[in-house]
């Protein structure tokens, strides 16, 4: 059967924006701050995929049945930014090396490292924090094993970061030296991630909302940057304590710029890097 394609952005009269925000809310328990033109081409993405031509009729299909769950992740998708690139914020990296060489040099060496990008979009951002970690690992003490986990809420960009292949103009913002040991060539100009680096990151699909029931814990290391901001400030509150329940004790955590104005766990105290919303744990 052919699908009807709608030819232009869709009416979404102020109601239906009121529906749609209020079971995202509920839903997924973020909130999409974007302009009335931008929520409707993303609907019109939706609508035209699904060969639907009546703005009513699509939101209907909101309701608690497996598929529009599914569709809700779908349109997810598209109203979430995930503007992100390698080493973005090069303070961040700049304290977590700092952090990795301490906790190398300082006392007995741990018997492995791990850490994790929550909110990681396509995996710049984890596959950065590894090339910093094995860079000073292999320096220092080879032996040390490591690993990383990266989680979003968007199932395509799991999939993309899986993959761990870019193009040449995205990794313009890797810093030299480190391009030439992680990134290997691909057809077309691209480059991918080494093997190496690739077999030791992981991804998976994962709601922050639901963070305390993740079957992941025992951090050296998490980054959550830029991602709170989708989340209203209790929850971003009750989000910041389920990240330093899962770092352990000494671990760093790093905070997107501006979103650290909710913390309040008596467990971290502020790292004094200028420019970097970075805490440590001392407790709980």
């Known amino acids: 059967m052919k699908a009807i394609v709608a030819s232009q952005a869709p009416e979404l009269g102020r109601a239906y924006l009121l529906k749609l925000m209020q079971k995202l809310h509920t839903e997924v328990g973020i909130s999409i701050d974007s302009t009335q033109s931008v929520i409707s081409g993303c609907i019109q993405a939706r609508m035209n995929y699904l060969g639907c031509a009546d703005v009513g009729r699509y939101l209907a299909t909101f309701d608690n049945s497996i598929n529009a769950r599914a569709e809700w992740l779908a349109l997810v998708d598209l109203l979430t930014v995930k503007s992100t690139r390698f080493f973005r914020q090069p303070e961040a990296f700049v304290c977590l090396a700092d952090y990795v060489e301490s906790l190398l040099n300082q006392g007995p060496a741990p018997s492995e490292l791990s850490f994790w990008s929550a909110g990681c979009s396509y995996g710049q951002e984890l596959y950065s924090m590894a090339m910093v970690v094995d860079a000073i690992v292999s320096r220092h003490q080879p032996w040390v094993q490591w690993h990383g986990i990266g989680t979003d809420i968007s199932f395509r960009a799991i999939s993309e970061a899986q993959r761990g292949i870019y193009p040449a103009t995205a990794v313009d913002s890797i810093p030299e030296g480190f391009g030439d040991s992680y990134l290997d060539e691909k057809l077309g100009g691209r480059k991918i991630v080494t093997e190496d680096l690739r077999t030791r990151t992981h991804f998976f699909h994962s709601n922050l ?76």
């Open 209 to 284: 909302l639901h963070v305390d029931g993740a079957p992941f814990a025992d951090f050296n290391i998490i980054f959550c940057q830029n991602v709170l901001i989708y989340f209203e400030r209790d929850r971003q509150r009750w989000i910041i304590d389920q990240l330093v329940n899962r770092l352990r004790l000494g671990g760093l955590l790093v905070l997107g710029a501006g979103e650290d104005v909710t913390l309040q766990n008596q467990s971290v105290c502020r790292l004094p890097w200028p420019g970097v919303s970075a805490y440590q744990k001392t407790g709980g």
